[in-house]
């Protein structure tokens, strides 16, 4: 929806004001990308037209986000700007009434002096000379850190030793982040740790931030980085999803939930509904 208002004072320079609201829901469907797609945008968008010739005016105007309030992560530019300059061809068919105004053609095709052809209908053509985005930068949700987390699952072991967290970290941003801590309200103690090997010893060491790089990702595996999960506040086991929220440096963060995995797992269970024909003990339910 857009409103606007323009000032026809002086027809040769019609200065305008808009306002461009834009709702938008998800998008639908079994491919898309149904988290990151709804939102509302609003634009102020001022603006002017100039009358450059008798049928060609030259216009412009910029449009400043005022307000965003968007789902997931989307791209959307801070501020754009256009100008263009638009060409109305002339209705009228020889070149004395061309040169006419409207008023003063239209009163001769009453009394047929001129222009024995009817007027072939306006037409309007509009030249874009430059559009231009000032600063796309992307707008994530509030407080909410422009990382993708994936394949997010815990090596569950008994007696409440400790568990291993992993997962894959996508950093959508064109900016590293670090990642500071990740923390959980069902374990009293959760520790960034990296697997290290030097000749036959293998030890963990903490680490207190976590890179990931501009456009790139970290994998939390086995043998690698891992969130070292103790103290259980509760009964957690296999089967279980277990939040944890990670805290990146500026103070984003993300709340990841966790798949509790049996200890001879080696990563997530298979999402459900995922086509399991092909793998032994898995029909598709068709027989054969
Ligand atoms: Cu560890």
């Not at 001769?108 to 430059?130: D, E, G, N, Q």
């Not at 923390?183 to 520790?191: E, F, L, N, P, R």
């Not at 103790?230 to 966790?258: S, W």
Request: proline content about 8%; overall charge positive; charged content about 15%.
């Amino acid at each position: 929806m857009s409103l606007g208002l323009r000032d026809e004072t002086h027809p040769d320079v019609v200065p305008q004001l808009q306002v461009n609201l834009t709702r938008k829901s998800a998008d639908q469907g079994a491919l898309a990308d149904t988290l990151d797609t709804a939102g509302t945008i609003a634009y102020f968008s001022p603006g002017f037209s100039l009358r450059v010739a008798r049928s060609a005016q030259f216009y412009g105007f910029i449009q400043i986000l005022v307000y965003s309030r968007l789902d997931g992560y989307q791209l959307l530019p801070r501020c754009t700007a256009a100008a263009g300059l638009s060409y109305a061809f002339s209705p009228f068919n020889c070149g004395a009434c061309a040169d006419l105004s409207t008023e003063e053609a239209t009163t001769m095709f009453k009394t047929p002096t001129h222009c024995s052809k009817p007027p072939s209908r306006r037409a309007a053509l509009i030249l874009v000379l430059a559009t231009a985005a000032l600063t796309a930068s992307p707008v994530f949700a509030a407080n909410s850190a422009p990382v993708r987390a994936s394949n997010a699952w815990i090596r569950w072991l008994p007696a409440g030793l400790p568990a291993g967290g992993y997962m894959q970290l996508r950093n959508l941003s064109a900016k590293p982040i670090d990642l500071v801590s990740a923390t959980s309200a069902d374990y009293g103690s959760t520790v960034m740790h990296h697997t290290v090997t030097k000749g036959n010893a293998t030890e963990m060491l903490p680490v207190a931030r976590v890179t990931i790089p501009a456009h790139g990702s970290v994998a939390f595996q086995p043998g690698g980085y891992h969130i070292m999960l103790m103290q259980p506040k509760k009964t957690i086991q296999p089967g279980d999803q277990v939040p944890i929220t990670l805290k990146f440096a500026g103070g984003t963060t993300l709340r990841v939930e966790f798949q509790v995995r049996k200890p001879d797992a080696t990563g997530p269970a298979p999402a459900a509904g995922m086509n399991m024909r092909g793998m032994p003990g898995m029909g598709d339910g068709q027989g054969k």
